[in-house]
């Protein structure tokens, strides 16, 4: 192996681990996100269609027609524990 190969070979393995750095970053800000929002649960899109057993589309209906409050959190919705509550006593 000559020098050049070895150095894009360095250079490579900073780039996946520059890269790897950053998607753990982003995972740990998304669970601390997740656990808790003045003091209460979030759940993600993924989480309530679950819960309520709707699709996405219906959920985006929902938000659409100001029926559920989200909140926006480095451009992924959420939305708190005691809110969804709140919706299903009002409408369900």
Same mark, same amino acid.
């Given at each position: 192996? @000559?020098? /050049?190969? *070895?150095?894009? =070979?360095?250079n490579v /393995?900073?780039? +996946?681990?520059?890269? %790897?750095d $950053? +998607?753990?970053?982003? *995972? =740990?800000?998304? $669970?601390?996100?997740?656990?808790?929002?003045?003091?209460?649960?979030? *759940? =993600? @899109?993924?989480?309530?269609?679950?819960? %309520?057993?709707? !699709?996405?589309? !219906? %959920?985006?209906? &929902?938000?659409?027609l100001?029926? +559920? !409050?989200? &909140?926006? +959190? =480095?451009?992924? !919705?959420?939305?708190?524990? $005691?809110?969804?509550?709140? /919706? *299903?006593?009002? &409408?369900?």
């Amino acid at each position: 192996m @000559n020098y /050049f190969e *070895l150095n894009e =070979d360095k250079n490579v /393995f900073r780039q +996946i681990m520059e890269k %790897l750095d $950053s +998607i753990d970053g982003k *995972l =740990d800000r998304m $669970s601390k996100v997740k656990e808790v929002m003045d003091g209460d649960t979030l *759940l =993600d @899109n993924h989480d309530l269609c679950m819960l %309520l057993g709707v !699709t996405k589309r !219906t %959920l985006q209906r &929902y938000k659409q027609l100001k029926k +559920i !409050t989200y &909140y926006k +959190i =480095d451009g992924k !919705t959420y939305y708190k524990a $005691s809110e969804v509550k709140e /919706f *299903l006593k009002r &409408y369900r």
